[in-house]
């Protein structure tokens, strides 16, 4: 039997799409083309027999158009925390090579792949309040907070549920939906974003280790 693999955790996506992303929905960005960042914090998750328990990985992107007509790039970036075995099985996952469903399409859509950085991650995330902000060293830096009616500006809630999804795949196959306040990044993607979407979700995904990879 081969060996298999799972990350499962804190899911945070922020694109420079208006709230409410309508890549969720099958339709155009809200601009001429597609841009963000996607970022996890590992809550339990192992490659093989390496823990990755307690690590975090994000990636930029950057598409030309729609993402689902391809032609994108993507900037790894990985926990320098982790150790040189944690590092490589968190790349193989995010290449695709491993299986999973959100990760063979990433790879499908982005075939333009930079050279992964390395860096210490700062991470808050609370999906109760629809809050986040994440830091990867001086690569990337992104901060969500909750939508809010418009008078009073009280907290405002949207929930989007996609039964049988690929991206929102917890328990409940669903984000919530906020507004990212801020997405700075530097290096193979640059990015200087304000006011735009962000989804948070508690995800799970797995697959099988393949063959000749660390295990």
Known sequence: MPDTWSIEGQWLKNCNCDPGCPCD??????HDHCE?????KIEKGHFGDVSLDGLHFAGTVWWPGRMDEGDGHVQPIVDAAGSEEQRQAILTIMSGQAGGTLWEIIAAVCPHV??????????EWDIESR??????????????????????????RILVEIPGGFEYTGP?????????????????????LT??????????HEGEVPAGATA
């Open 131 to 156: 809050s986040a902000r994440m830091r990867a060293g001086d690569h990337l830096e992104t901060e969500t907070e909750t939508l809010r009616t418009i008078d009073p500006p009280d907290p405002y």
């Open 114 to 123: 930079k050279d992964p950085v390395f860096a210490p991650f700062e991470w």
């Open 172 to 192: 409940d196959g669903n984000a919530e939906t906020a507004q990212a306040k801020r997405i700075r990044a530097t290096g193979g993607i640059e990015l200087d």
């Open 195 to 204: 006011d735009s979407h962000s989804s948070l979700a508690w995800v799970k």
């Open 25 to 30: 929905f099958n339709q155009h960005p809200t």
């Open 36 to 40: 963000g960042m996607v970022g996890m």
